[in-house]
């Protein structure tokens, strides 16, 4: 299950359980004493001797000792369960594939926030539970040591009162599944409001109408098929509690049959049942609790499988060649297909890309063109290896890429996406070069507007197309040989877009940089060392330097 056992080791496992022990045995010794003087009032003795003080103290002394201990230990335990399965979830998210998180994020909500919850919380119930287990146990062994027919009588309930609550379980477990998938719909729906809320501010009927068909739909599938759920787990707990009650009323009626004793030990024997009452149901209510962890678990164990593709640690770059010793990058008859939808799977039938062949060297600027829908971004992502999957072959100064160099390939490429997320602080830097972007604010024209202090630009409240350009200079100043620019200047003024690609453009190449532009601006093509052409997945040269430029000039 999960790595939920493995997260307890094993010198803690034993002060846990000695713990739990002392914890358990001390509120049993409590119920000794409680009983013992029940007898002795019982025979009109005297109660108020200093023993009994002193017996009391020792025992509500141990209590809080054992219980404080335990406490401690297990808080410090489901803290430390609840941060490392959030880190590990993290984790393989960082190392998961693009694609496998966009289409999951319901699901990765649903998991760091109820999963790890219920994981944690679960953790916590050790405390009951281990008390509530000695308590059964010594209650059971005090009422054996009493009378054998009690006990059995006692036992016999209690096997059919489990049983039945198994068969409860065994029925409410298809349920609490279900309770937990309408979970990952809830979180879905959710991220749609948030990353949609500005269209939704526009346009309130999005809002209601997400409501109305989403999050009302499932939130009564949850009210109905929880409430019915919990309700069956009462039902059971209830039907054994009524199995108990019969069982003290039985001794109780037929007391003279079933036990030649005086009326004192029948008092005992009573008190005794109620607290067995109170200790088998605190075991019984940690049931639904342990359906619940094996679903948490398994949806976290599955969400695991579905993003795990590589570990976090092997995703770092291991070396990284430099602007200068970056020499050209070549791509044979490289071709990837999606995976298509569910129905068309079995025709293959997902957009394909391909064979293509590309190749760019040290300095130059190649732009690629083409209609929607084309592939241009398809093709990017297949270069990036944000699409994994693809044939063909990729050769980097020579080198064929492979597993064991393909995280030095990747580090080959900085990037700003059409859909580019600017952070807070520069992150994934191990020096920065302050004079550097000073220099790139002054060349964006964001000096005025930005300052750059403590790992971060001091002002994030810029335009889109202000945002865009920051992000640019975020990407240069990692200094990778490629730079991969999707539709970056469409967000540019006309002014700024000419500077961008007369003067910024030819700046970046004297400094060594290799750029690989999707671009719309047909106005600028001849710009371009190479012109490649994307249509249906098929991508062609349409000019190297040196061919007539200005025939493209006129597409
Ligand atoms: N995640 C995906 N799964 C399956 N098919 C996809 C996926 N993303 C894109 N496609 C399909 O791939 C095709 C090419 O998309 P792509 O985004 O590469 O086009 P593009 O040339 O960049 O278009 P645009 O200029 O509109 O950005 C589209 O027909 C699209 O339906």
Redesign the pocket.
């Known amino acids: 299950m999960f790595n939920f056992i493995k997260l307890i080791n094993p010198k803690k496992a034993i002060s846990i359980f000695v713990l739990g022990l002392v914890s358990g045995g001390v509120s049993f010794l409590f119920l000794s004493f409680i009983n013992l003087m029940v007898g002795i009032i019982l025979s009109k003795q005297n109660t108020s001797s200093i023993n009994y003080i002193i017996y009391f103290c020792i025992l509500l002394f141990g209590f809080v000792w054992s219980r404080r201990a335990l406490s401690y230990i297990i808080i410090k335990f489901s803290q430390q369960v609840f941060w490392k399965l959030r880190s590990e979830v993290l984790h393989t998210l960082l190392a998961a594939n693009f ?1 496998q998180i966009t289409h999951r994020k319901g699901k990765i909500y649903a998991s760091l926030v109820r999963d790890v919850g219920v994981l944690t919380g679960f953790s916590l119930s050790i405390i009951n539970f281990l008390s509530a287990l000695v308590m059964t146990v010594g209650c059971l062994v005090y009422l054996g040591m009493q009378s054998t027919p009690l006990l059995l009588m006692t036992l016999g309930v209690s096997v059919f009162g489990t049983v039945i609550y198994w068969i409860g379980v065994y029925f409410n477990n298809k349920k609490l599944k279900y309770s937990r998938e309408l979970e990952d719909g809830f979180m879905k729906s959710l991220l749609d409001v948030l990353d949609g809320f500005r269209e939704i501010h526009m346009n309130p009927g999005i809002g209601h109408d997400i409501y109305d068909r989403k999050i009302r739909k499932i939130s009564n599938e949850s009210y109905l098929n929880n409430t019915t759920a919990l309700a069956n787990f009462l039902n059971v707990q209830i039907i054994g509690e009524v199995l108990f009650y019969s069982l003290i009323a039985s001794i109780l009626f037929f007391s003279s049959y079933f036990i030649q004793e005086s009326p004192e030990s029948i008092v005992k024997y009573i008190f005794i049942l109620l607290y067995l009452l109170g200790g088998i149901n605190s075991l019984m209510l940690i049931i639904p609790q342990i359906v619940n962890v094996r679903i948490a678990a398994n949806k976290i164990n599955q969400l695991r499988q579905d993003l795990h593709t590589e570990t976090f640690d092997n995703l770092k770059e291991t070396s990284q060649l430099s602007i200068a010793e970056f020499n050209e990058l070549d791509m044979y008859d490289i071709s990837f297909r ?3 939808t569910e129905e068309s799977k079995e025709n293959n039938n ?2 394909a ?1 391909g064979p293509i062949n590309f190749s760019i060297k040290k300095g130059e600027t190649v732009f690629i063109y ?10 990017i992502n297949v270069m990036l290896g944000t699409l994994k999957g693809h044939a063909g072959t990729i050769k980097y100064n020579d080198i064929i890429v492979d597993s064991k160099n393909y995280n030095n390939y990747r580090a080959l490429f900085s990037v700003v996406f ?1 859909d580019f997320y600017l952070f807070d602080e520069l992150y994934g830097f191990d020096t920065i070069d302050k004079d550097q972007i000073d220099e790139y604010l002054e060349l964006f024209e964001l000096k005025d507007k930005v300052t750059f202090n403590n790992q971060s630009f001091s002002s994030n409240q810029l335009s889109t197309g202000q945002r865009k350009r920051l992000a640019l200079i975020t990407a240069l100043i990692r200094f990778k040989p490629i730079l991969v620019l999707d ?1 970056w200047a469409a967000d540019q003024d006309p002014i700024f877009r000419k500077k961008f690609y007369t003067e910024i453009i030819p700046l970046l190449k004297d400094k060594g940089y290799s750029v690989i532009a ?1 671009t719309h601006d047909d106005k600028y093509y001849h710009l371009a060392d190479k012109l490649y052409k ?1 249509e249906n ?1 098929q991508l062609s040269l349409n000019f190297t330097e040196g061919l007539a430029k200005k025939e493209v000039v006129k597409l």
């Open positions: 694609y999606y995976a298509g997902g957009f890309v083409g209609g929607n829908g084309s592939g241009k971004t398809t093709l059409s539709e999707i994307m997945g």
